[in-house]
């Protein structure tokens, strides 16, 4: 099975030695995003804004490999403070529709760039 390597202007550009999301087959990889701003490459500013952006460029990866967020099966939540887990649970509705996918969180003591969260996820398509 071969590697396709998935790529958008409308997401951040990595930063590091890592792609946006590889496709294998009908399952796409999707890379952890935190709140960059893709035209700017700057953080969003506070938890809620780094939300929506986070979300924002998941989705921009996901219809860059065909897809839409509603085709994840397994999204990974990264919070530096996990008593936001409310507040993602709040906007991440807004975003996904029933039936949801798969998810974990996890509390981490730091992330790239001083993020507040990170999301990355398996689509299967």
């Known amino acids: 099975m071969s590697k396709q390597i998935i790529h958008t202007d409308n997401a951040p550009k990595a930063i590091g030695t890592y792609s946006q999301a590889v496709r294998c087959g009908n399952t796409v990889y999707l890379a952890g995003q935190i709140g960059l701003d893709p035209a700017t490459m700057q953080m969003a500013d506070g938890i809620e804004a780094q939300i929506h952006r986070v979300f924002k460029n998941l989705q921009a990866v996901a219809a860059a ?3 839409t967020l509603d085709d994840c099966a397994k999204v990974n939540v990264y919070l ?38 990170e999301v990355d996820a398996v689509m299967s398509l």
């Not at 993602?88 to 996918?101: L, R, T």
């Not at 996890?106 to 507040?116: E, F, K, N, T």
Request: net charge neutral; aromatic share 10%.
């Open 65 to 67: 490999a065909g897809g």
């Open 80 to 117: 530096t403070d996990l008593g936001h887990f409310a507040k993602v649970n709040e906007i991440m509705a807004g975003y996904f529709h029933e039936p949801y996918p798969a998810r974990a969180a996890v509390g981490v003591a730091s992330l790239p760039r001083s993020a507040l969260v």
